[in-house]
C-alpha cells in the first residue's frame, strides 16, 4: 500500500472488539483515501470484491457523500489476526440535528460469515453512536424475507417497527424493507445482557 493511503489509514480512530479491529472512516478521511489510494488499495483496503463494486464505490465518491444536513461514520471491519478488511459497518445516513442514523453493514468476504462477527461489530459500533455521535436512535432497513439480517437486529434490541412498501432498489427490483429501530433508553437496557 501507497505510504498516502497507509497515513489516511493509521490516522482513523478504531474501536476494537475480541477478533476485529473497526477504522473509522469519517467524510474526511474517506474523502482523502478516495483520493490517494489506488484502484487495488481501494479493493483491497475496502473489501471490493469486483471491478463494478469499485466503479460503484468511485462513483458514489465522485458524485458526495455527505450534504449540509446528512453525513455519516462508516468502519472497516478487519480481522485482527490477518489484517485483511472484511467487510464494512456504520452509520451512512447520519443526521445529527435530530440524533438519528440509519445503520447498514456487510461481510464481503464469504468465508467470514456466519461466525458472529457481525454482531461483534455492531455492538461496539452502536455503543460508538449512542455515546459519541450522541444519537437518540439507530434505524435500520431489512428486506422481509432475510431472515439473517431480521435475526441480527432483533437480537441487538431492535424492535419492528413497520413495512415500508416498494422501499428499496436491488439490481433494479423494487422491493419492500422491514422497519427497525433502536432508542437509546432501549439501548442502555439491552446492553447489560451483551
Not at 458514489?60 to 485483511?84: A, P, Q
Not at 431480521?150 to 419492500?176: A, N, P, V
Request: charged residues 25%; glycine residues 8%.
Amino acid at each position: 500500500m501507497s505510504t498516502s493511503a497507509i497515513n489516511i489509514l493509521s490516522a482513523a480512530h478504531t474501536l476494537h472488539t475480541p477478533r476485529l479491529q473497526l477504522k473509522l472512516l469519517t467524510p474526511e478521511l474517506w474523502s482523502e483515501f478516495m483520493t490517494h489510494a489506488t484502484d487495488d488499495e481501494m479493493a483491497s483496503t475496502l473489501a471490493l470484491t469486483s471491478p463494478p463494486v469499485l466503479a460503484l464505490e468511485k462513483a458514489k465518491h465522485r458524485s458526495g457523500m455527505t450534504t449540509h444536513f446528512i453525513s455519516f461514520r462508516n468502519f472497516l471491519l478487519v480481522d485482527r489476526e490477518t489484517g485483511v478488511t472484511i467487510g464494512k459497518a456504520g452509520f451512512h445516513t447520519w443526521q445529527a440535528r435530530h440524533s438519528r442514523a440509519e445503520i447498514g453493514y456487510g461481510i464481503d468476504i464469504e468465508s467470514y460469515k456466519r461466525k458472529g462477527l457481525m454482531k461483534e461489530a455492531l455492538k461496539a459500533i452502536l455503543h460508538y453512536g449512542f455515546d459519541e455521535m450522541g444519537l437518540h436512535r439507530v434505524e435500520a432497513f431489512a428486506g422481509p424475507a432475510n431472515i439473517a439480517s431480521i435475526s441480527l437486529l432483533e437480537g441487538l434490541g431492535f424492535t419492528k417497527e413497520g413495512l415500508l412498501r416498494g422501499h428499496y432498489c436491488k439490481d433494479g427490483d423494487i422491493q419492500d424493507s422491514a422497519c427497525y429501530g433502536l432508542l437509546k433508553p432501549e439501548f442502555e437496557t439491552v446492553k447489560a445482557r451483551w
